[in-house]
Structures are given as structure tokens and as C-alpha cells.
């Protein structure tokens, strides 16, 4: 079962939440399948919220174009990390719709994932409604398509073309937000960090 969603901005309310996510990613170079999982915590921000407002300027776009945005943090490891390696991040999404039925436009970031620095990427909605997200970084590109099967689970593929070549297939399950905070956010050998933080 998919869920019917009007444009981009109610698929990421519809995003909000803590997950579980259930990753497989395939190293092209290396031919090998690589497991592993993240915790990821999504919160909607407001069209007005300082956060954006600040995104926006860096991006150098009219603050007034916001439709709104959220904030992303995420925490897990990879099976192949070396003893003391971890992924934990956060990151401030603002969406700039550039049609009348907000089904396209730029996602603007206050940090990359291959960078440190603002990224700016695109966003558009298909005829099944799935959110897909396109970014070009120095050294890669990255294309992920988004989709709900229920309200509560929710699926993604990603392929990453540069120095490093993978494509990947995530599982993420809605979790109880009073699970996450006793886990504090901890990594372990079960968790993976996922490159785009959610």
C-alpha cells in the first residue's frame, strides 16, 4: 500500500519522526554487499524558523521562497568501520518549491555529506508520489528515491557515482521517539550510518 502525498513539503511532514533504518549497500569496486543500519530522528521546521533563515541566505535565495524544512540527526556505524570510527551528524533542510504544486524544486542544506559545505540540491515528486532527491557534490553524484508503504515504513534506494561507486536499499521502520532517547543516540556494530543522513 502507498500513500497518496500532494507535494514535497507533506511527504517530509510525513518523514517526521524517529526511524530505524536497515541498509544493504553494494560496493561496486570492491563487489561486495556491505550491511548495517542508522537512527535517524527528523523534526519539521517552520517556513519562519531562524534555522532556515539562515539557510537560505547562505544559499544566497529569497527566505520568503521557504515552504518550510526540517532538522535531521543521525547516528550508527557500517560493518566494515575500523574499532572507534562513528557517524553521528545533524543537518537543517529547507525546501524552495519552483512549481505551483510544490512538487519540485531546490532542497537547500546547511552542510553536505561528502562536504562540509552548503549543498544544494533538487527535489521532485513521480506520478507514485516518491520523493526523489538529486545532489551534485566536487566528487559525486548522488540520486535517492524516497517512498512510503504504510505510514509507518518507509523505503529508499540510492545510487552514489564518483570516487566511490555504490548503490544502496534502506528499510526504515517508524519508531517510538522514547526509544531513541534511551539509546541516546549510541552507535554499535549493528548500526550503519547512512551517507545522506536520512
Excluded at 543537518?91 to 524544486?105: A, C, M, V
Aim: charged share 25%; glycine share 8%; net charge negative.
Amino acid at each position: 500500500m502507498s500513500l497518496s502525498i500532494p507535494d514535497a513539503f507533506s511527504f517530509f511532514k510525513l518523514s517526521c519522526g524517529s526511524w530505524v533504518s536497515q541498509r544493504s549497500s553494494h560496493h561496486l569496486l570492491h563487489r561486495r554487499a556491505e550491511p548495517g543500519a542508522s537512527l535517524i530522528v527528523v523534526k519539521e521546521l517552520s517556513a519562519t524558523d531562524d534555522r532556515l533563515l539562515s539557510v537560505a541566505k547562505l544559499h544566497q535565495k529569497n527566505p520568503n521562497m521557504l515552504v518550510g524544512g526540517c532538522w535531521v540527526r543521525w547516528s550508527g556505524s557500517m560493518a566494515w568501520d575500523q574499532e572507534g570510527e562513528s557517524h553521528e551528524g545533524e543537518s537543517i533542510f529547507g525546501l524552495i518549491p519552483t512549481d505551483e504544486n510544490g512538487r519540485e524544486g531546490l532542497l537547500l542544506r546547511d552542510r553536505g555529506y561528502a562536504e562540509t559545505a552548503p549543498v544544494a540540491g533538487k527535489f521532485q515528486m513521480d506520478e507514485h508520489d516518491a520523493l526523489l532527491l538529486s545532489t551534485s557534490y566536487d566528487t559525486m553524484i548522488s540520486n535517492e528515491r524516497f517512498w512510503f508503504t504504510g505510514p509507518d515504513i518507509r523505503l529508499r534506494t540510492s545510487v552514489v557515482e564518483g570516487l566511490s561507486n555504490t548503490a544502496s536499499f534502506c528499510i526504515e521502520t517508524r519508531r517510538e521517539y522514547k526509544a531513541i532517547l534511551n539509546d541516546n543516540l549510541n552507535t554499535n556494530n549493528d548500526l550503519m550510518h547512512s551517507k545522506f543522513g536520512w
